[in-house]
């Protein structure tokens, strides 16, 4: 086993959730070889073709990786972990905190196709593919944004990828809406968590009115022009808004998740042309995290 592989204690919790050989057709390569070699890409950052060769053919790897995020492959994966992760009561559903990070993208990452993408032998496209693939432009240049939840632990538990000029306020609810932590007893899966935190760029009244109808507590700081417009609005504006500074102080786990998830390279700056296949690399980073002890 070398630097950055996969433990054999990892490898014990991923191995259920893989998929197994086709019916048809060859057999997978090995499923451990290759997906050392994706946490290797990764971690270094480096161009698929110069894998090191004990991962075996680079292709290979790059193939693997490219299917499992066109057709959800690593979306399963990643909510297979989490449901494992909840039966052993490792989520902390105490505080979660939403919050967004800008990754640069590398000038390999544009220039992709404009025909849209399909998922290996099938005619449909990928699951996250978007039309924009997530790229915008800025005066630094080409730029993408990561939104995520992440729980009292320091680890994601939803994410999101957008172009990087866009908001956050507006992507609060859907990054909620992908929050389903299954149940392996049966059940309904759990999506709401006790508290949810966020910074003043989430404060808006359609977020509010979500979290309410949900009946999720939280603790948003009210922006100063918010709360001068809604005093001069009178017994029109609403009540003031609940703020706990002593919960808020939590919200900086969210920002150490994003700093952890950043320690891998292919994540910190976008290497990848289509949006999926990022995805896939930032769900890849996601899954290491929650298969650690």
């Known amino acids: 086993m070398e630097r950055g592989d996969l433990t054999h204690e990892e490898w014990v919790r991923l191995r259920p959730h893989l998929p197994k050989s086709a019916q048809r057709g060859g057999r997978w390569a090995s499923h451990r070889r290759v997906i050392n070699g994706i946490l290797f890409r990764q971690r270094t950052g480096v161009p698929w073709r110069d894998l090191p060769a004990r991962f075996g053919n680079w292709k290979t790897v790059y193939e693997r990786h490219r299917r499992w995020s066109a057709d959800g492959t690593w979306d399963k994966i990643f909510a297979a972990v989490l449901a494992d992760a909840d039966t052993e009561g490792r989520i902390d559903w ?3 905190s939403v919050d967004s990070t800008t990754c640069r993208a590398h000038q390999h990452a544009a220039g992709a196709c404009r025909r849209s993408p ?10 996250q593919h978007r039309p924009d693939e997530g790229l915008g432009r800025s005066r630094g240049g080409l730029t993408c944004k990561i939104h995520l939840a992440g729980e009292g632990g320091r680890r994601p538990l939803a994410l999101l990828i957008t172009p990087g000029q866009w908001g956050d306020a507006p992507q609060l609810i859907p990054v909620m809406e992908r929050i389903r932590v299954g149940r392996l007893g049966g059940g309904r899966p759990r999506t709401r968590p006790d508290h949810l935190g966020g910074d003043k760029a989430y404060s808006s009244r359609r977020n509010r ?6 009946q999720i507590k939280h603790t ?4 100063g022009n918010q709360r001068a417009n809604r005093k001069r609005r009178g017994s029109r504006g609403g009540r003031p808004t609940g703020f706990d500074k002593t919960i808020y102080k939590r919200r900086n786990e969210v920002e150490r998740t994003i700093n952890v998830l950043k320690n891998f ?4 700056t976008r290497f990848d042309k289509r949006a999926y296949v990022f995805h ?5 980073a996601s899954i290491r995290l929650w298969l650690k002890a």
């Open 265 to 268: 390279r292919a994540v910190a």
């Open 94 to 96: 105490s505080m979660v």
């Open 118 to 127: 399909r998922v290996p032998g099938k005619r449909s496209t990928p699951r």
């Open 280 to 284: 896939g690399t930032v769900t890849v």
């Open 220 to 223: 948003i700081p009210e922006p």
């Open 209 to 214: 009115r979500y979290l309410r109808r949900r």
